[in-house]
Protein backbone atom coordinates (compact mmCIF):
# COMPACT_ATOMS: atom_id res chain seq x y z
CA UNK A 1 0.00 0.00 0.00
CA UNK A 2 1.50 3.26 -0.80
CA UNK A 3 -0.23 6.77 -0.16
CA UNK A 4 -0.53 9.36 -2.26
CA UNK A 5 3.13 11.68 -2.92
CA UNK A 6 1.43 14.37 -1.39
CA UNK A 7 3.09 17.34 1.14
CA UNK A 8 3.56 16.11 4.33
CA UNK A 9 2.62 12.13 2.93
CA UNK A 10 4.37 8.69 3.71
CA UNK A 11 5.22 5.97 1.31
CA UNK A 12 4.85 2.66 2.42
CA UNK A 13 5.96 -0.08 0.92
CA UNK A 14 5.77 -4.01 2.13
CA UNK A 15 5.21 -2.43 5.64
CA UNK A 16 8.02 0.19 5.98
CA UNK A 17 8.46 3.48 5.95
CA UNK A 18 10.22 4.14 2.65
CA UNK A 19 10.09 8.28 2.04
CA UNK A 20 8.60 11.36 3.38
CA UNK A 21 7.97 14.58 1.89
CA UNK A 22 8.86 17.92 3.70
CA UNK A 23 6.27 19.55 5.06
CA UNK A 24 4.72 22.99 3.46
CA UNK A 25 5.31 24.68 6.72
CA UNK A 26 8.18 23.59 8.55
CA UNK A 27 11.64 24.03 9.49
CA UNK A 28 14.18 24.84 6.70
CA UNK A 29 17.26 22.67 7.06
CA UNK A 30 20.48 24.25 8.77
CA UNK A 31 23.02 26.39 6.51
CA UNK A 32 26.10 24.37 5.67
CA UNK A 33 29.07 25.62 7.31
CA UNK A 34 30.40 26.77 3.83
CA UNK A 35 27.75 28.91 3.34
CA UNK A 36 28.19 30.79 7.21
CA UNK A 37 31.43 31.09 5.75
CA UNK A 38 30.67 32.78 2.55
CA UNK A 39 28.25 35.43 4.28
CA UNK A 40 30.67 36.11 6.57
CA UNK A 41 33.05 36.77 4.18
CA UNK A 42 30.92 38.40 1.72
CA UNK A 43 30.40 41.32 4.18
CA UNK A 44 31.63 44.71 4.80
CA UNK A 45 33.66 45.49 7.98
CA UNK A 46 32.87 48.12 10.64
CA UNK A 47 35.00 50.69 10.61
CA UNK A 48 34.92 51.35 14.45
CA UNK A 49 38.13 50.73 16.01
CA UNK A 50 39.44 50.02 12.62
CA UNK A 51 42.05 52.72 13.20
CA UNK A 52 43.53 50.60 15.71
CA UNK A 53 45.10 47.48 12.49
CA UNK A 54 46.15 50.52 10.43
CA UNK A 55 48.13 51.56 13.16
CA UNK A 56 49.71 48.51 13.72
CA UNK A 57 50.88 48.57 10.62
CA UNK A 58 53.46 51.63 11.09
CA UNK A 59 55.00 48.68 13.20
CA UNK A 60 55.94 46.57 10.47
CA UNK A 61 56.71 49.95 8.10
CA UNK A 62 59.35 50.87 10.33
CA UNK A 63 60.55 47.43 10.80
CA UNK A 64 60.93 46.95 6.99
CA UNK A 65 62.14 50.48 6.07
CA UNK A 66 64.70 50.53 9.40
CA UNK A 67 66.32 46.70 8.00
CA UNK A 68 65.97 47.62 4.02
CA UNK A 69 68.02 51.14 4.81
CA UNK A 70 70.83 49.73 7.01
CA UNK A 71 71.04 46.29 4.83
CA UNK A 72 70.08 47.71 0.76
CA UNK A 73 70.14 51.28 1.29
CA UNK A 74 66.84 51.81 0.11
CA UNK A 75 63.44 52.69 1.60
CA UNK A 76 60.68 49.84 0.80
CA UNK A 77 57.74 52.17 2.11
CA UNK A 78 58.83 55.60 2.81
CA UNK A 79 58.97 56.61 -0.92
CA UNK A 80 59.31 60.41 -0.77
CA UNK A 81 60.22 63.13 1.25
CA UNK A 82 63.86 64.12 2.34
CA UNK A 83 66.34 61.63 2.23
CA UNK A 84 63.65 59.01 0.98
CA UNK A 85 64.11 57.09 -2.54
CA UNK A 86 62.84 60.07 -5.07
CA UNK A 87 65.62 62.18 -3.34
CA UNK A 88 67.97 58.60 -4.21
CA UNK A 89 66.80 58.01 -7.56
CA UNK A 90 67.71 62.19 -8.48
CA UNK A 91 71.26 61.81 -6.40
CA UNK A 92 71.65 58.32 -8.74
CA UNK A 93 70.79 60.56 -11.55
CA UNK A 94 72.65 62.89 -11.35
CA UNK A 95 75.77 60.75 -10.88
CA UNK A 96 75.25 59.49 -14.32
CA UNK A 97 76.53 63.08 -15.27
CA UNK A 98 79.29 62.95 -12.92
CA UNK A 99 80.50 59.42 -12.11
CA UNK A 100 80.95 57.15 -10.54
CA UNK A 101 77.08 55.98 -10.30
CA UNK A 102 75.89 55.40 -6.91
CA UNK A 103 74.28 51.80 -6.69
CA UNK A 104 71.04 53.67 -4.83
CA UNK A 105 69.86 54.63 -8.64
CA UNK A 106 68.77 50.82 -8.84
CA UNK A 107 67.59 49.83 -5.38
CA UNK A 108 65.94 52.81 -5.08
CA UNK A 109 64.34 53.10 -8.79
CA UNK A 110 63.53 49.44 -7.97
CA UNK A 111 61.37 50.32 -5.09
CA UNK A 112 59.81 53.37 -6.21
CA UNK A 113 58.90 51.30 -9.23
CA UNK A 114 57.55 48.63 -7.80
CA UNK A 115 55.49 50.32 -4.98
CA UNK A 116 53.90 52.44 -7.94
CA UNK A 117 52.81 49.28 -9.61
CA UNK A 118 51.68 47.69 -6.31
CA UNK A 119 49.39 50.80 -5.62
CA UNK A 120 47.82 50.79 -8.96
CA UNK A 121 47.20 47.00 -8.93
CA UNK A 122 46.11 47.17 -4.76
CA UNK A 123 43.88 49.75 -5.49
CA UNK A 124 41.60 48.32 -8.26
CA UNK A 125 41.37 44.81 -6.61
CA UNK A 126 39.88 46.67 -3.99
CA UNK A 127 37.77 49.08 -6.29
CA UNK A 128 36.75 45.58 -8.30
CA UNK A 129 35.57 43.79 -5.43
CA UNK A 130 34.33 46.57 -2.97
CA UNK A 131 37.13 48.09 -0.46
CA UNK A 132 35.81 46.80 2.70
CA UNK A 133 34.55 43.52 1.90
CA UNK A 134 35.84 40.85 4.32
CA UNK A 135 37.38 38.94 1.84
CA UNK A 136 39.02 41.41 0.12
CA UNK A 137 40.61 42.78 2.95
CA UNK A 138 42.26 39.12 4.16
CA UNK A 139 43.14 38.63 0.39
CA UNK A 140 45.10 41.92 0.10
CA UNK A 141 47.04 41.32 3.70
CA UNK A 142 47.46 37.53 2.79
CA UNK A 143 48.96 38.76 -0.45
CA UNK A 144 50.86 41.02 1.75
CA UNK A 145 52.30 38.93 3.73
CA UNK A 146 52.91 36.25 0.78
CA UNK A 147 55.45 38.58 -0.72
CA UNK A 148 56.75 39.05 2.65
CA UNK A 149 57.47 35.42 2.99
CA UNK A 150 58.91 35.35 -0.63
CA UNK A 151 61.29 37.83 0.44
CA UNK A 152 62.25 35.75 3.57
CA UNK A 153 63.15 33.00 1.69
CA UNK A 154 65.75 34.87 -0.91
CA UNK A 155 67.64 36.46 2.07
CA UNK A 156 67.31 33.47 4.45
CA UNK A 157 68.75 30.76 1.72
CA UNK A 158 70.50 33.11 -0.72
CA UNK A 159 74.47 33.71 0.08
CA UNK A 160 75.05 37.03 1.99
CA UNK A 161 75.75 39.83 -1.03
CA UNK A 162 78.68 41.80 -0.84
CA UNK A 163 78.36 45.54 0.50
CA UNK A 164 77.08 47.87 -2.29
CA UNK A 165 75.97 44.92 -4.67
CA UNK A 166 73.36 45.19 -6.86
CA UNK A 167 72.27 41.50 -8.18
CA UNK A 168 68.91 39.79 -7.84
CA UNK A 169 69.79 38.75 -4.24
CA UNK A 170 69.24 42.14 -3.35
CA UNK A 171 66.57 43.89 -6.38
CA UNK A 172 64.24 40.73 -6.40
CA UNK A 173 63.48 40.79 -2.24
CA UNK A 174 63.55 44.96 -2.27
CA UNK A 175 60.63 44.60 -5.42
CA UNK A 176 58.56 42.32 -3.49
CA UNK A 177 58.78 43.86 -0.33
CA UNK A 178 57.91 47.52 -1.95
CA UNK A 179 55.56 46.07 -3.93
CA UNK A 180 53.08 45.08 -1.11
CA UNK A 181 53.87 47.99 1.04
CA UNK A 182 51.50 50.20 -0.70
CA UNK A 183 48.54 47.29 0.52
CA UNK A 184 48.61 49.21 3.93
CA UNK A 185 48.12 52.79 2.56
CA UNK A 186 45.33 51.52 -0.10
CA UNK A 187 43.55 49.77 3.03
CA UNK A 188 43.52 52.99 4.50
CA UNK A 189 42.10 54.89 1.87
CA UNK A 190 39.71 52.01 1.91
CA UNK A 191 38.19 52.23 5.08
CA UNK A 192 38.17 56.44 4.49
CA UNK A 193 41.09 56.38 7.68
CA UNK A 194 43.14 58.26 4.94
CA UNK A 195 45.35 59.81 6.98
CA UNK A 196 46.52 56.33 8.56
CA UNK A 197 48.44 55.64 5.14
CA UNK A 198 51.57 53.92 7.23
CA UNK A 199 53.89 55.53 4.63
CA UNK A 200 54.14 59.39 5.08
CA UNK A 201 54.86 61.47 8.22
CA UNK A 202 55.85 64.72 7.25
CA UNK A 203 51.96 65.72 7.27
CA UNK A 204 51.27 64.01 10.23
CA UNK A 205 54.06 65.80 12.43
CA UNK A 206 52.86 69.27 10.64
CA UNK A 207 48.91 67.94 11.34
CA UNK A 208 49.81 67.08 15.21
CA UNK A 209 52.08 70.50 15.97
CA UNK A 210 49.72 72.85 14.36
CA UNK A 211 46.61 71.40 15.64
CA UNK A 212 44.58 73.86 17.99
CA UNK A 213 43.62 71.06 20.23
CA UNK A 214 46.95 69.96 21.13
CA UNK A 215 46.74 70.25 24.43
CA UNK A 216 42.93 68.81 25.00
CA UNK A 217 42.38 66.29 27.39
CA UNK A 218 40.20 63.99 24.44
CA UNK A 219 41.82 64.86 21.01
CA UNK A 220 40.89 61.65 19.18
CA UNK A 221 42.92 62.77 16.12
CA UNK A 222 45.53 64.24 18.27
CA UNK A 223 45.57 60.72 19.73
CA UNK A 224 46.13 59.43 16.54
CA UNK A 225 48.95 61.46 14.89
CA UNK A 226 50.72 60.68 17.99
CA UNK A 227 50.55 57.14 18.01
CA UNK A 228 51.73 57.10 14.41
CA UNK A 229 55.77 58.37 14.79
CA UNK A 230 55.84 56.44 18.26
CA UNK A 231 54.67 52.97 16.51
CA UNK A 232 57.09 53.47 13.88
CA UNK A 233 59.84 53.98 15.85
CA UNK A 234 59.36 51.38 18.06
CA UNK A 235 59.08 49.52 14.64
CA UNK A 236 62.52 50.91 13.22
CA UNK A 237 64.47 50.49 16.57
CA UNK A 238 63.52 46.80 16.12
CA UNK A 239 64.44 46.43 12.45
CA UNK A 240 67.46 48.45 13.33
CA UNK A 241 68.19 45.66 16.03
CA UNK A 242 67.66 43.07 13.03
CA UNK A 243 69.57 44.02 11.08
CA UNK A 244 72.85 43.96 13.35
CA UNK A 245 72.23 41.03 14.90
CA UNK A 246 72.80 37.21 13.29
CA UNK A 247 68.91 36.76 11.71
CA UNK A 248 69.75 39.66 9.83
CA UNK A 249 67.18 41.21 7.62
CA UNK A 250 65.68 37.97 7.42
CA UNK A 251 64.31 38.52 10.77
CA UNK A 252 63.00 41.51 10.53
CA UNK A 253 60.97 39.81 7.08
CA UNK A 254 59.90 36.97 9.03
CA UNK A 255 58.51 39.02 11.79
CA UNK A 256 56.49 41.45 9.43
CA UNK A 257 55.21 38.60 7.89
CA UNK A 258 54.01 37.40 11.52
CA UNK A 259 52.39 40.61 11.80
CA UNK A 260 50.96 40.81 8.57
CA UNK A 261 49.09 37.00 9.21
CA UNK A 262 47.76 38.36 12.64
CA UNK A 263 46.22 41.09 10.63
CA UNK A 264 44.53 38.73 8.56
CA UNK A 265 43.11 37.11 11.37
CA UNK A 266 42.05 39.84 12.72
CA UNK A 267 40.20 41.19 9.39
CA UNK A 268 38.45 37.38 9.46
CA UNK A 269 36.70 37.88 13.13
CA UNK A 270 36.44 41.97 12.54
CA UNK A 271 32.58 43.05 13.59
CA UNK A 272 30.32 43.23 10.02
CA UNK A 273 28.72 46.48 9.39
CA UNK A 274 25.42 46.57 11.38
CA UNK A 275 23.03 47.27 8.06
CA UNK A 276 24.90 44.65 5.86
CA UNK A 277 22.68 42.75 3.99
CA UNK A 278 23.56 39.36 2.50
Same mark, same amino acid.
Request: hydrophobic content about 45%; proline content about 5%; glycine content about 6%.
Given at each position: ?? &?????? @? $???RNGAVVGEEPPLLGRSP?????????????VEVSREWADVV??? /? =???????????????????????????????????????? =???????? =???????????????????????????????? /???????????????????? +??????? @?????? !????? !?????? /??? +?? $??? @? %?? =???????? !??????? !?????? %????? &???? &????????? %??? #????? #???????? #?? #????? $? +????? %??????????? +???????
Amino acid at each position: MT &NSPNYG @A $TAVRNGAVVGEEPPLLGRSPPKSRLARCRRQMRVEVSREWADVVLLL /C =YVVTGLLDSASTQVWGAFVSMQTGKSRNTVYVGLGLASLV =YPPTTPRL =YKSGISLLSFCVGSFLFARFHRRFSPKRRWVL /CVSFIAQMALTVAAAIIVTT +AAPAEAD @AVDWTV !LVPLA !LVAFQS /CGQ +AV $TSR @A %LK =YNALTSVV !LTSIYCD !LFSDQD %LFALH &NLER &NRRAAEPLL %LLA #GAVAG #GVFSHSSV #GI #GGALW $T +AAALK %LCIVVAWFFWP +AEDDEES
